[in-house]
């Protein structure tokens, strides 16, 4: 706990409940609907309601919500289970609102018994048509004022099948004069006669959103329910039910929804991007899904440091997707291995260095001393990056071109003598010199050069296909353009190369290992990667130097 960062509005609100002895401890949740994979929004929210359990010495349930039949898969509660630990917490207990079912059914018959809810007979369209405005009032159902034992009756039959789908509800008898709207006689039942992911066909009634997650807080004795901002008008319903069926007094609180820029963020989206073949699956690279970004090479802390940088407030607003790569590029910085990979490759000569030679020269793995070192195989030929060479060297080119020197990362310095071009007039050789006295560590020739470039040995380096990503959308905010989301993909989103030479040593990294190409950008291994045919995914590009670098000319 950081003492100098001061309290977000819910930290403030547990710190007074603690204090006062209102709870002694706290229990919050995350209760993700299964119809769909995790996104970077609900990262925020795994991360808000694990981190305040942690932070406080209380605890965080699992908790599917899962009253929808119909939308919901196990292979979704698989995938949450996998994101929620890969991002470093541990739930309490992993609980699963249909296991209340029973329960709930119970509520509903003991509101019913306190003349609180009955049983309509209306269509879904005269309910709408009688539920009024937010400034007129509604008007009652007919079956309003059925009496309590009807009710019990009817209610028991919906329970056994008697009824068809949408043929009855069970609502709670409120108000139909309240301003808000949601306490307007709220639906609590529905006749749903399909199979559920868990209960199977035990059920034909479902209870609804408003009459299952505030009891299953209560249920578990949920102290602090964190939900986002839209449930503020749930909320009054939301305590209504706690009073009337007097259980434990969980609390709502609202926060603000994560948005980000060049991206969507809303299951039922995300879905049709999947179905609609957009993206190859939930897990590509370019998704804002837990499971994409694991894949493209995100680690979880950079995650849990966005989450934690952008805060807890009740007010919307859009975060930049940089703010997100800033966090990874600085995770990546420390941890990743750095190596060196050649994207487009073009054939350098050493005209002067022994045919058939190799030599293991010693290069770092990283930033510092810590990371140790790596042989590296040098040869007479290599690959070099293309644009690491000019024809004619514009004005302040310090890499290669006629007559120009550059040092080779942790081997020699070399200087291009000259190149040689295919039928077709491409550059298809450099032909260069290398200076024995400049080793890397041992050079005692006292010259400098400017520029250093990467390499790999043309007869150990082994291929590989390299994925570069870029946004998903063309525009900021997708969801907010006129017509349809989809129109605003960015067609160019993904850019596969599949002629890249990387160093061997990658032969032996799992797609946990992250490295740096140096000047290349961060990488990883594809879970489609394997030894015959390596394939990596391009993290986020580096903060770049060698960009800059490049404008300036
Ligand atoms: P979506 O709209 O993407 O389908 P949802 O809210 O329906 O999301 P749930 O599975 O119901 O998805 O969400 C589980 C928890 O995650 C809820 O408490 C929800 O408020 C929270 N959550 C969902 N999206 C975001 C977001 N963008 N930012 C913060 N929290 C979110
Ligand atoms: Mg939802």
């Known amino acids: 706990m950081s003492e100098e960062k001061s309290l977000n509005f819910i930290e403030e609100i547990i710190e007074a409940d603690l204090e006062s002895g209102k709870y002694k401890t706290i229990l919050t949740r995350f209760p993700p609907e299964p119809n769909g994979y995790l996104h970077i929004g609900h990262a925020k929210s795994i991360c808000l309601n694990f981190g305040l359990g942690l932070k406080y010495g209380g605890k965080t349930n699992l908790r599917f919500d899962d009253t929808n039949p119909v939308k919901e898969e196990t292979e979704y509660v698989d995938s949450i289970k996998e994101d929620v630990q890969w991002l470093g917490f541990n739930w309490e207990k992993e609980l699963y609102a249909s296991d209340y079912f029973e329960q709930l059914y119970l509520f509903a018959v003991d509101l019913i018994k306190k003349g609180l809810a009955y049983v309509d007979d209306s269509s879904a369209e005269e309910i709408a048509s009688l539920k009024g405005t937010p400034t007129v009032p509604g008007m009652d159902s007919a079956n309003r004022s059925r009496t309590i034992d009807e009710n019990l009756q009817l209610f028991a039959q919906m329970k056994a099948g008697k009824y068809a789908d949408g043929e009855k509800v069970l609502r709670a008898k409120i108000d139909m004069a309240s301003p808000n709207m949601h306490m307007r006689d709220p639906l609590l039942y529905r006749i749903k006669h399909a199979h559920h992911h868990r209960t199977g066909d035990a059920w034909c009634i479902y209870p ?136 487009d490759p073009l054939k350098l000569i050493i005209t002067n260095y022994p045919d058939g030679q190799t030599e293991e020269l010693v290069s770092e793995n990283g930033p510092d001393e810590a990371y140790g070192t790596r042989i590296v195989p040098f040869s007479k030929e290599l690959w070099v990056e293309r644009e690491d060479f000019m024809e004619e060297a514009a004005k302040k080119w310090f890499r290669l071109a006629p007559g120009a020197a550059v040092r080779l990362k942790s081997a020699y310095i070399i200087k291009c003598d000259g190149f040689t071009k295919d039928a077709n007039g491409i550059v298809n050789e450099i032909h260069c010199s290398y200076l024995p006295e400049t080793k890397s560590g041992h050079d005692t020739s006292g010259m400098s050069v400017k520029g250093t470039i990467h390499w790999v040995s043309v007869t150990h380096a082994v291929p590989a296909e390299v994925r570069l990503y870029e946004r998903l959308f063309k525009v900021e905010n997708p969801a907010a353009e006129d017509g349809d989301f989809k129109e605003y993909i960015n067609e160019d989103s993904l850019k596969i190369i599949s002629n890249a030479w990387v160093e061997h040593s990658l032969l032996s990294g799992t797609t946990a290992t992250r490295y740096q190409f140096l000047r290349k950008g961060y990488f990883c291994l594809d879970k489609e990667s394997a030894a015959s045919k390596l394939v990596f995914n391009r993290t986020v590009t580096l903060k770049d130097a060698w960009s800059k670098e490049v404008k300036k000319h």
């Open 208 to 343: 609804m959103y408003d009459f299952a997650h505030g009891q299953s807080d209560s249920i578990e004795n949920i102290t602090h329910s964190i939900c986002t901002l839209e449930f503020i008008p749930h909320r009054e319903l939301y305590d209504w039910m706690i009073d009337k069926l007097e259980i434990f007094p969980s609390q709502q609180y609202e926060f603000a929804r994560l948005n980000m820029t060049y991206t969507v963020m809303s299951k039922r989206k995300l879905l049709q991007l999947v179905t609609e073949g957009h993206v190859q699956s939930w897990d590509d690279p370019r998704m804002p899904t837990i499971s994409g970004m694991r894949r493209r090479g995100f680690t979880a802390e950079s995650i849990r440091t966005f989450c934690d940088k952008i805060g807890v407030a009740r007010r919307e607003n859009m975060i930049d997707f940089s703010l997100l790569e800033f966090c990874l590029r600085e995770d990546l910085n420390k941890s990743a291995l750095r190596v060196m990979g050649v994207l």
